[in-house]
């Protein structure tokens, strides 16, 4: 139970849906990811089945997706790694141009350590985490004419206002990684449920997708 029905109201414009059960399927679209070598593997995970990615070189191509003007990118994370203590990057998804829209953990010293959304390669979004993040949290991110947010577990974070909507061109997407592909930001933990909508989630849309995970 709780994975999204593309049927359902909060389901409505979805521009990608993948379960990460067992493969890279589109549920909602025609984006199905593509991975030959270097593949993450499929383990238990928040709903059902996820994908593992190790951190090192899992990254699974989903093609000629674009990032929309206004969406929501959703999924539920599990980071293998100490927010408050990491030194790497870490994408959870990105898209060519390089890193035209990116959703990443920027690693470093003391002062980094934080979730970084960027949009149109502008950064509009950063949250720094006070503890570590251990086990399943729902993380989305919204973005509009109007601004940028940031839910964990769907509460807000952090939001930031103006004109964000995604106007470059782009060129390929990643899930687990930069793009292009970069040997030290790939995503190290789990992902699962991974959506992308053409329209920003209300806060009651966002809480009611961590709910039905049990967040």
Same mark, same amino acid.
């Given at each position: ?17 993948? @379960? ?70 870490? @994408? ?9 829209? /990116? ?16 949009i149109n390669s ?15 949290? @729902? ?24 004109? @964000? ?16 592909? /970069? ?9 699962? $449920? ?10 009651? $849309?966002?809480?009611q997708l961590a709910s039905a995970?049990?967040?």
């Amino acid at each position: 139970g709780g994975e999204i029905d593309p049927a359902s109201p909060v389901g409505q414009n979805l521009v990608g849906l993948w @379960h990460l059960n067992s493969n890279f399927s589109d549920s909602a679209g025609t984006n199905n990811g593509t991975c030959t070598t270097n593949c993450p593997t499929f383990v238990s995970g928040k709903l059902n089945g996820s994908a593992q990615f190790n951190g090192v070189v899992n990254s699974v191509n989903l093609g000629s997706l674009i990032m929309p003007p206004s969406g929501t990118f959703a999924a539920w994370v599990k980071s293998d790694f100490d927010e408050t203590l990491e030194t790497s990057n870490h @994408h959870i998804f990105s898209t060519g141009g390089p890193d035209i829209w /990116r959703l990443v953990f920027q690693g470093g010293g003391s002062s980094y350590r934080r979730y970084l959304l960027y949009i149109n390669s502008i950064n509009r979004i950063i949250w720094k985490p006070t503890t570590d993040l251990s086990g399943w949290q @729902h993380l989305a991110v919204t973005w509009s004419g109007t601004g940028s947010k940031l839910y964990l577990n769907g509460q807000e974070k952090v939001s930031s206002a103006g004109d @964000h909507q995604q106007t470059l061109n782009q060129a390929g997407a990643l899930l687990g990684a930069g793009y292009p592909v /970069r040997p030290t930001d790939f995503w190290q933990g789990g992902l699962d $449920e991974v959506a992308i909508w053409n329209r920003a989630l209300t806060p009651a $849309e966002v809480a009611q997708l961590a709910s039905a995970g049990g967040a």
